[in-house]
């Protein structure tokens, strides 16, 4: 079992950048493959990118346009989300998942959630 804490999130205005963490617990971290998620108020959950158990995999959704890397540091059972150029309808709450599968961008294929971060970016 592991939990996930976020941290990170604020407000910025279009075009800054922001490092989201997601701190995990427990000592088999780096047997998870890792998703972030983003929900919006009144949205459904949405997909932004995840990457392997060994970082050395990752996958984003199509409205990233290389401006996000997830990366992960196993050491520190940490997984980053940097977001650069960011847009106002970035604004939502930024959510870490984990699982033992095969990544995916079904949020309900993961197991373990953490709290949220919320990222708000202004015009």
């Known amino acids: 079992q592991v939990q996930l804490v976020e941290s990170g999130g604020g407000l910025v205005q279009a075009g800054g950048s922001l490092r989201l963490s997601c701190a995990a617990s427990g000592r088999t971290f780096s047997s998870y493959n890792m998703a972030w998620f983003r929900q919006a108020p009144g949205e459904e959950r949405e997909f932004v990118g995840d990457?392997?158990?060994?970082?050395?995999?990752?996958y984003y959704a199509d409205f990233v346009q290389g401006r996000f890397t997830i990366s992960r540091d196993n050491a520190k059972n940490t997984v980053y989300l940097q977001m650069n150029n960011l847009h106002p309808e970035d604004t939502a709450v930024y959510s870490c998942a984990a699982r033992r599968g095969p990544t995916t961008i079904r949020a309900d294929a993961y197991n373990y959630w953490g709290q949220g971060t919320q990222v708000t970016v202004s015009s």
């Open positions: 990457i392997s158990w060994s970082g050395g995999s990752t």
